[in-house]
């Protein structure tokens, strides 16, 4: 049977205009797929999108959104300027909006001050941000660095890396942190495949930033809208006896693997070495900062490390001649929400006594210890 016949048409071949139309179809699409990903690329290795480090760059805005810190501002018309880099214990405790008209108060002259804490920076994350903040044309007049105890513990793997990923590192930024002895490997989109394949190289900060309600990372890689002007994000106001002891309990459970055994020194003690260094060498004045905790997370850390901590601190920033601000012990149990994360009415004490005893006797000598 002629199904030819009884089909007309139906199992004819394509004319070859057609099928002419349909590869040139395809290959339009393939190039601009090609284009597409290169561009993509491009943008995320040249940072024209925020996507390598989101937290970092969402920080750097609001941080060049302040007019003193911008790189346009007139020498002459910038007031003294100050930035806090740490963990989310300087997020939630430094109210930089409060510290700057505090400062000027005190040492007759303008001053601004930032807030550049992240959640789940460390020492080497605050190492990265210190180096990247000064090669990005950031150079305030002084840097507070938080350093945060627990990740300074060298009897276990450093941990860092679970948080900072090798694909939130710049190219150059990935040898550093290996001197450090954090062990992280170059990372695929380093290379061609960073350029050719992006959308699935940084697939996981696309789909955070741009369609987060798709995202399964249990935090958002993000700081945009997140915090005040001034990079402060005020925490709870108060926190109920019953929801403090459960927090409490959860620190302790989440800390333990740090704080057992505690020897501080290591990868996290090489990290604060080199950013006290790297702010010497822009001629920045640099301190070192120790975030409260309530009496309970300090007895956490076993001896004879716990001792030993502030001897290692201090052997630290002698070594660039700055000054060690512990405040570990300065506020009340209860201002804490969790043991170390403080409310809002600690971060005001906190901030207070900061400024009022460590900050502006620091800042009126010149920033000399």
Known sequence: ???????????????????????????????????VQLVTGWAIHTDRVPLRDPLYFDKLA?????????????????????????????????DTGAVGPALSAQLGRPVEAFNFGTAGAGPVTCAVYVRRLLADGVKPDAVVIEVLPPLLASQV??????????????????AVVRGYGLPVEPPAAHGPRGWLLPWHEYRIPLVDRYARPLSLLPFPMTAAGLTNPHGFDRWRER??????????????????????????????????????????AAGVKAALMLAPESSEFRSWYAEPGRSRLLPLLNELA?????????????????????????????????????????LAPWLATGGTP
């Open 239 to 280: 926190v109920e006896p019953a929801d403090r002891a459960r927090m409490l309990e959860h620190t302790r459970r989440e800390y333990a693997w740090y704080t057992a055994g505690y020897a501080p020194g290591g990868c996290g003690a090489a990290a604060v070495r080199d950013a006290l260094a790297a702010c010497r």
């Open 157 to 174: 793997e450093p941990s860092e890396a679970r948080w900072l990923r090798a694909i939130r590192l710049r190219p150059g930024e990935v």
């Open 318 to 358: 002698s070594e660039t001649g700055a000054p060690l601000f512990d405040g570990r012990a300065w506020l009340a149990d209860e201002l804490t929400a969790d043991g170390h994360h403080l409310t809002g009415p600690g971060a005001d004490e906190f901030t207070a006594k900061l400024t009022r005893d460590a």
């Open 1 to 35: 049977m002629n199904l030819r016949a009884l089909i007309p048409g139906r199992l004819s071949r394509p004319s070859p205009n057609r099928a002419r139309r349909v590869a040139v179809t395809i290959a339009v699409g393939a190039a601009v797929v090609v284009v």
């Open 62 to 94: 609001a941080l060049r959104a302040r007019p003193a810190f911008s790189p346009a501002t007139l020498p002459e018309q910038k007031p003294l300027t100050v930035v806090f880099v740490g963990s989310s214990r300087t997020l939630v405790g430094v």
